[in-house]
């Protein structure tokens, strides 16, 4: 056995059973009901949007939801941690074209 294994940790499953999400792996996390893997423990919301093929990223508002329905809204530039206590999984709006514009 490889003292350096790395671990695919499903994020939403740990969550769900209150186990404590491990440093140093690779993770799933799931965006729109779709799971996708990712090698690193943190990614801002453009790279997370850019992942789930939401292009362009800036017409999507990204949402982050915690156990316990909590649901908080994820800049672009704003980097996500995926071993933080009770992250569960991430959604996605698609933005109006006319939202900003005047």
Known sequence: ???HEI??????LYVRENREIPRGHHYLIMVDRLKYKVEKE????????????????ERFQLNQRYKGGKVT???????VSFVEPGVEK???????QTEGEK
């Open 90 to 96: 991430f959604m996605t709006i698609p933005l109006d």
């Open 1 to 3: 056995m490889n003292i």
């Open 7 to 12: 671990l695919i940790i499903d994020i939403e």
């Open 42 to 57: 943190c990614l801002t919301g453009h790279e997370i949007l850019k992942l789930a093929g939401k292009t362009p990223p």
């Open 73 to 79: 809204r994820i800049g672009y530039d704003q980097e």
